[in-house]
T-cell receptor
Framework: AQSVTQLGSHVSVSEGALVLLRCNYSSSVPPYLFWYVQYPNQGLQLLLKYTSAATLVKGINGFEAEFKKSETSFHLTKPSAHMSDAAEYFCAVTRSGGYQKVTFGTGTKLQVIP | DAGVIQSPRHEVTEMGQEVTLRCKPISGHDYLFWYRQTMMRGLELLIYFNNNVPIDDSGMPEDRFSAKMPNASFSTLKIQPSEPRDSAVYFC??????????????FGEGSWLTVV
């Protein structure tokens, strides 16, 4: 079985500060990993994904995430937070080979303080 | 592409009424998913289809819930009779196993259901 754990249901950062949202995964086989963002009253939008190519993955809006197998982590970062980054972020895991069930984390709400 | 299209976006209904949520997946996608999101339970997978066939409905809460996919471009999620505890956001999503995007799931904007 695969799972993801998002550390911190709420994270607050000041505008311009580093954003770090943590995600650890558990998988018995090489995983595919995703970050989704959900803005208020909207659906989940794909931010970036790791599918066993480069371990550092760049996504939209200046976000990036690094796959670290030794730490079973896939943390999401952005050098400088913007007010528009306030949203809920979901980490998700699946595996390769046709369709495999995607397991979502419980989400982290990011608050950006002006 | 227009993305996954859901309707209605918002629905308020009285307890006991039938509710039908509709979804049009992304063209060419062969997997369709229905999720429910609540504050208490987070994001739950209710059911998914592959090539219009229901594969796993173990997440459907009870017999009041049913889902159909009569063709590759349309699916419905029906609740009959509705209850206040069904109030949630219902997301439809799709993915294409034969596409370069592979296992990536694309979500619709959601249907906000309130049962009073």
């Amino acid at each position: 079985a695969q799972s993801v754990t998002q550390l911190g249901s709420h994270v607050s950062v000041s505008e311009g500060a580093l954003v770090l949202l943590r995600c650890n995964y558990s998988s018995s086989v090489p995983p595919y990993l995703f970050w989704y963002v959900q803005y208020p009253n909207q659906g989940l939008q794909l931010l970036l994904k790791y599918t066993s190519a480069a371990t550092l993955v760049k996504g939209i809006n200046g976000f990036e995430a690094e796959f670290k197998k030794s730490e079973t982590s896939f943390h999401l970062t952005k050098p400088s937070a913007h007010m528009s980054d306030a949203a809920e972020y979901f980490c998700a895991v699946t595996r390769s080979g046709g369709y495999q069930k995607v397991t979502f984390g419980t989400g982290t709400k990011l608050q950006v303080i002006p | 592409d227009a993305g996954v299209i859901q309707s209605p976006r918002h629905e308020v209904t009285e307890m006991g009424q039938e509710v039908t949520l509709r979804c049009k997946p992304i063209s060419g996608h062969d997997y369709l998913f229905w999720y429910r999101q609540t504050m208490m339970r987070g994001l739950e997978l209710l059911i998914y289809f592959n090539n219009n066939v229901p594969i796993d409905d173990s997440g459907m809460p009870e017999d009041r819930f049913s889902a159909k996919m009569p063709n590759a471009s349309f699916s419905t999620l029906k609740i009959q009779p509705s209850e206040p505890r069904d109030s949630a956001v219902y997301f439809c999503a799709s993915s294409g196993s034969g596409t370069p995007e592979g296992n990536t799931i694309y979500f619709g904007e959601g249907s906000w259901l309130t049962v009073v």
